[in-house]
């Protein structure tokens, strides 16, 4: 894998600067964005708690011809701007230290949920930019799936090329990347530290086992998802919806807790419900929706005065 700057003689797998402390809402003062970066070619952007409880996380690619926005957060409006002058300034200040023309943008999901794809049409009128939508006969076409959900797609950055796995589970668009040249896996809402929703929980059983199968084949550096919805203390969750999280966890993931998440799967499949252990929590069969609609059951909808 070569250097994304054709400048660098690198040519081996960036180091990752993982120390990271994530704005988590508990500061009435923190940002609306907080942007952190992996090495010379990665960043990560947090979306404040405090402007959507989802508090996604946003990753921002470089290649040597165009970059990659994966996702656009949870906020339209004022919100979606500040994310796209944020974005505007990683991309002129990434340009000014390797120097290119008519440099690219594309911007595309890790699937096509609602806090995900918010901030989209900030980005429709950029120059030079590509956004791909979030439904599943966009995703399949721009990426060119021959039989999707079966098979794999490369995305070439420029001397970075993507692996794109189908990843449906959790939403029926969804897809995961592999950066070899991070080693990283970007598991969107399939993978990450909370609660997982599988309507389709065959899928996204079948999902885990690609995700697994592709790690023992390809050096994995991390998992890296799109929430964080569990704080250090195993067992404790936040409220559904919360908009502060003290003492959240670190997003990053690993190979054995993908792996263990696997087995978790293979036992849902034929059991809905929710299924816990100390990282991860499935819900089988149901969608969030479903889960805050007994939630409002049981407490009384604020909606319903
Ligand atoms: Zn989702």
């Known amino acids: 894998m070569a ?17 990271v402390q994530w704005i988590d809402g508990t500061d009435p003062d923190e940002p609306s964005y907080q942007t952190h970066q992996l090495e010379a070619h990665t960043f990560v952007i947090r979306q404040s708690l405090r402007l959507s ?14 970059a990659l926005l994966l996702d656009t957060g949870a906020a339209k409006g004022p919100a979606a701007s ?6 505007d300034t990683l991309i002129d200040d990434w340009l000014t230290a390797h120097p290119r023309e008519n440099y690219e943008l594309l911007v595309a999901h890790s699937h096509g949920h609602g806090d995900h794809t918010a901030g989209d049409d900030e980005f429709i009128e950029r120059p030079r930019t590509t956004v791909v939508p979030g ?12 039989q999707w959900p079966a098979g794999t797609a490369t995305l070439d950055l420029g001397s970075r090329e993507l692996l794109v796995i189908p ?25 990450y530290p909370g609660r997982l929703y599988a309507p389709d929980m065959g899928a996204f059983a ?26 250090r203390k195993p067992g404790a969750d936040y409220p559904l919806g919360a908009r502060r999280h003290p003492d959240e966890r670190p997003l990053t993931m690993s190979v054995p807790q993908l792996q263990a998440l696997r087995k978790l799967a293979a036992e849902c499949v034929d059991n809905p ?3 816990a252990t100390d990282d991860f ?10 889960q805050l609609k007994l939630l409002f059951r049981s407490i009384g909808s604020p909606l319903r005065k």
């Open 53 to 66: 409880p989802e508090g996604p996380f946003i990753f921002l690619l470089f290649g040597a011809s165009r």
């Open 281 to 290: 929590i499935v819900y089988s069969g149901m969608r969030r929706r479903d």
């Open 135 to 146: 439904e599943l006969d966009s995703v399949v076409e721009y990426f060119g799936f021959a």
């Open 273 to 275: 419900g929710v299924h």
């Open 82 to 87: 500040q994310l796209r002058s944020v974005v």
């Open 167 to 191: 990843s449906p589970g959790h939403q029926a668009a969804a897809v995961t990347f592999y950066d070899p040249w991070t080693g990283l896996l970007l598991t969107g809402d399939t993978v």
């Open 206 to 231: 079948s999902t885990i086992d690609k995700l697994v199968d592709l790690a023992a084949h390809h050096p994995v550096s991390h998992l890296l998802g799109c929430h964080i919805e569990l704080p």
């Open 3 to 19: 250097d994304p700057d054709p400048d660098s003689t690198a040519a081996m797998p960036a180091e990752l600067n993982l120390d």
